[in-house]
């Protein structure tokens, strides 16, 4: 059994792969997503099956309802789309606006001669709305300072997690980005002569 922990600041989660992984195909045995989000699983699988059909199946057996296939790179069906790299070896399903009705077993398949190469995982959808992050500011909404740096921040006060901060600078010709993470902190060097203007979103 496998155990990966990620997580930044706040924001964590746990993926736990119970399956024994096979040469033949891998993935995370366990996904976690909210009502209303997207959800991409990556399924992997060994050289050999470059060139065969990948699909991503309702059920953990060879019984299972097939929901999107493809033979080539790409192929769609409503709500769920899969995308094949053989150059590594990684097809990728991806399930938009989940559905708490979405919850079950699913699997990553290879059409093979005999028996397919399947590969279970369980998709769990919470019924917990997305709630769209609201921002306040920490800092003053001007800050002076001639020479040296300043720091500005700015905090999520609700929203669903994982959130994204963007730190954007104004320019004439809108905006240039500066960078996005978790941080909601940023710190720049102040340039005599110049005003500068920026501001904070956030997203998830």
Not at 57 to 84: M, Y
Not at 152 to 172: A, D, F, H, M
Request: proline share 3%; with cysteine.
């Amino acid at each position: 059994n496998v155990k990966v922990f990620k997580g930044a600041g706040t924001c964590s989660y746990v993926t736990e792969m119970n399956n024994t992984v096979s040469g033949a195909m891998w993935a995370e045995s366990k996904v976690r997503e909210v009502v209303g989000r997207a959800i991409t699983i990556d399924c992997h699988y060994a050289a050999e099956y470059r060139s065969h059909t990948k699909y991503w199946c309702h059920g953990w057996t060879e019984q299972c309802r097939v929901l999107v296939e493809t033979k080539g790179e790409h192929g769609r069906s409503g709500r769920v789309s899969i995308t094949d790299n053989p150059a590594r070896g990684i097809f990728t399903v991806t399930v938009e606006d989940l559905h708490s009705g979405d919850t079950g077993w699913y699997s990553c398949g290879i059409a093979t001669p005999g028996l397919d190469q399947l590969f279970n995982v369980h998709l769990q959808v919470s019924d917990e709305p997305v709630s769209a992050p609201v921002l306040r500011y920490l800092s003053p909404a001007n800050a002076s300072r001639l020479g040296g740096s300043v720091s500005v921040s700015c905090e999520s006060v609700r929203g669903s997690l994982p959130i994204q901060y963007t730190w954007c600078e104004k320019n004439e010709s809108g905006c240039s980005r500066i960078f996005k993470s978790n941080q909601i902190d940023l710190s720049c060097e102040i340039l005599g002569g110049q005003h500068q203007k920026y501001y904070c979103t956030a997203s998830n």
